[in-house]
């Protein structure tokens, strides 16, 4: 698969970062320290991020920027974090959150 | 935990920016707070040259805009500060407001607030509108243009307004091929050198059309197509499908008034302008006398518009706590004439039937 | 039609179109902007102010095709990108087309490149003759290829 990370752009010139390791579901993936998770996931070809609680059907990103929640997952135990905005950190364990997930009382 | 400030802007796109660069200049204690990361709203996505006269950054790029607007903040650090990351979630009695940052809450007293707080993006009920890779135009441009990242190989886009335009030029410098453009009007709705510039690139555009399904099941795979007729309802027969793995809508915006209803200001429906607005005069002030908006939070228009109306309302907050300017009203009496000539002639049609409209309403209540 | 499919008609071409009288005496701008938008760059841009507006920045930018000397400087600062230079006095039964580009890759001069109409249709291969980029120009490249005399009016964009 062509990588969908932009290389060159015409007008545009995007900063060098940091490669880090991150883990979805587990299985070790890399991106760049700082970028959005779901941008990481993204360009790592993983656009499903959960299922609809009640349908079950597959969901992705939909706004960008925080403001839709199609995007959120579990990260680092954390349910409902919208991952379109959080930031991608060395060591992340990001999961496809169950449902509504659960908050402890 | 509270701050005090004479005059709040909340949002720092370009009108909130733009505002809160004139309260600051002119003499107010400022404070402007964004929910993002970085400032510059929409601006800071945008790699194209923006139209508008050349008296005011005309032929520059959205994005050599947005550096310029922050500059023009830096220059006025001494009275206005900056919080990124900081949402405004609350509109109380007594000139009081809340906001939310890092998970710590604070109180801000104000003594003018002008609200800039954008749009939201619209969406479009079709089926499988839910799948994975359907994403907003501004999404799309996020991704690409903030994030560096493709949104996909072959994309859709749906809504031939200046955005779908220009999102699909956009993607093409991305590298990325757009299979076409979807527009249910039987007319192209945004300037028409853009529609150009994606025609002669290869992208058709088919208009008096619609889309009818998107296929595919943990994401998009390919959309159907249909021709409609004069009443927008699909014409039997004329189904086809189109092979993508991403489809943009780019079907327009809605103001995000949550903050004005909260503060209890007068709101009026114009569809010219994109849904609710709160109701304002020509000094961008809204039926609640400490509260002014400008920007798309006022109606749906450009980031051109969006600094003129900052500008007018930063000026207006700032008489609101010092008394009147001379300076002020010179600003306000530019930025007026400057509006009248961006809004003028047959493209700024419905952007005026709006405006008009707007101002008629508030002269009445 | 161009506001059912973005593209040009010869009818709506026609009228900023120079006169042939014109054309043989070397490069002249077409100013393929037809619409009355907020914009005046293009007007400011020319050295010989050739480029006006009758009233104000929404009206269809007017070329004095006399006073016009080709120079080209109009074709980076237009935002709608929609100005080309059209240079009739070449080889015999050639002409020169320049355009704006601002895709990657950027052609270099002596590259043949895919010759495209105002619809995507491709017309053939040409040759780059030159290629203006300087930061001035802020990233718009302008792309001068050479093309045959009777398709000047069709070659709009190239495809490196």
Not at chain 1, 60 to 77: E, L, P, Q, T
């Amino acid at each position: 698969m062509t990588s969908l990370r932009i290389e060159k752009h015409p007008v545009l010139s995007f900063p060098e970062r940091r490669t880090v390791k991150f883990y979805f579901e587990g299985k070790e993936y890399q991106g760049f320290e700082g970028e959005p998770i779901a941008a990481a996931l993204h360009a790592a070809g993983i656009k499903t991020l959960r299922h609809s609680p009640q349908k079950n059907r597959a969901r992705g990103f939909f706004c960008a920027i925080g403001r839709c929640s199609s995007c959120i997952m579990k990260v680092d135990g954390q349910i409902n974090t919208m991952t379109c905005i959080t930031p991608l950190k060395e060591g992340m364990q990001v999961k496809m959150q169950k449902g509504h997930g659960y908050i402890k009382p | 935990m509270s701050r005090n400030t004479e005059v709040f802007v909340i949002g720092g796109g370009p009108a909130g920016l733009s505002a809160a660069h004139v309260a600051a200049k002119l003499g107010a204690k400022t404070l402007l707070v964004d929910d993002s990361a970085r400032v510059g709203g929409q601006l800071i996505k945008q790699t194209h040259r923006f139209f508008g006269s050349s008296n005011r950054d005309a032929g520059i790029r959205g994005i050599t805009i947005a550096d310029k607007l922050q500059q023009d903040i830096k220059d006025v650090a001494a009275r206005l500060t900056v919080l990124e990351n900081t949402a405004a979630v609350g509109f109380y009695h007594n000139k009081e407001a809340g906001i939310l940052s890092q998970n710590a809450y604070e109180r801000v007293t104000y003594q003018a607030a002008i609200v800039c707080t954008g749009a939201t993006e619209n969406s479009l009920t079709f089926e499988n509108n839910d799948l994975p890779g359907i994403y907003g135009a501004g999404g799309v441009q996020t991704l690409m243009n903030v994030h560096g990242i493709r949104p996909g190989q072959k994309i859709l886009m749906v809504g031939s307004g200046n955005i779908g335009l220009i999102v699909s030029y956009q993607l093409i410098q991305a590298g990325v091929e757009v299979v076409g453009l979807v527009e249910g009007m039987p007319t192209i709705g945004g300037y028409l050198v853009h529609a150009s510039k994606i025609r002669r690139l290869g992208v058709p555009i088919h208009t008096s059309h619609t889309i009818l399904k998107a296929l595919g099941t943990d994401g998009v795979e390919g959309a159907v197509l249909c021709r409609v007729d004069e009443k927008f309802q699909p014409v039997p027969n004329t189904e086809f499908e189109i092979k993508c793995d991403c489809i943009c809508l780019a079907v327009g915006l809605t103001p995000l008034i949550d903050l004005f209803q909260q503060a209890q200001c007068r709101m009026v429906h114009v569809g010219e302008l994109g849904g609710l607005v709160p109701l304002h005069d020509s000094s961008m002030r809204t039926t609640n006398p400490d509260i002014f908006v400008a920007g798309d939070a006022s109606g749906i228009e450009e980031a051109t518009t969006a600094i003129l109306a900052g500008r007018i309302a930063g000026a207006r907050a700032y008489e609101a706590v010092h008394g009147k300017s001379a300076e002020a009203d010179a600003i306000v009496a530019e930025a007026r004439e400057e509006l009248r000539t961006l809004r003028s002639g047959s493209t700024g049609e419905r952007i005026r039937w709006g405006r008009e409209r707007v101002l008629k309403e508030a002269g009445e209540c | 039609m161009l506001k059912n499919d973005g593209i040009i008609t010869p009818e709506e071409l026609a009228p900023v179109l120079p006169p042939p009288a014109r054309l043989e005496k070397g490069p002249v701008a077409i100013i393929e902007c037809l619409q009355d938008i907020p914009c005046d760059p293009c007007v400011s841009a020319c050295p010989t102010k050739a480029i006006k507006m009758k009233e104000g920045i929404t009206d269809k930018p007017l070329l004095d095709f006399d006073a016009c000397t080709g120079c080209g400087l109009c074709i980076a600062r237009c935002p709608g990108l929609a100005i080309f230079v059209i240079n009739m006095k070449h080889t015999p039964g050639m002409a020169m087309v320049s355009m704006s580009h601002e895709l990657l890759p950027v052609p270099e001069k002596g590259q043949e490149v895919t010759a495209l109409d105002r619809a995507g249709k491709v017309l053939g291969k040409v040759k780059v003759v030159r290629v203006i980029n300087p930061p001035a120009y802020d990233r718009t490249a302008v792309v001068t290829v050479e093309v045959p005399a009777g398709q000047v009016n069709n070659i709009r964009a190239i495809r490196v």
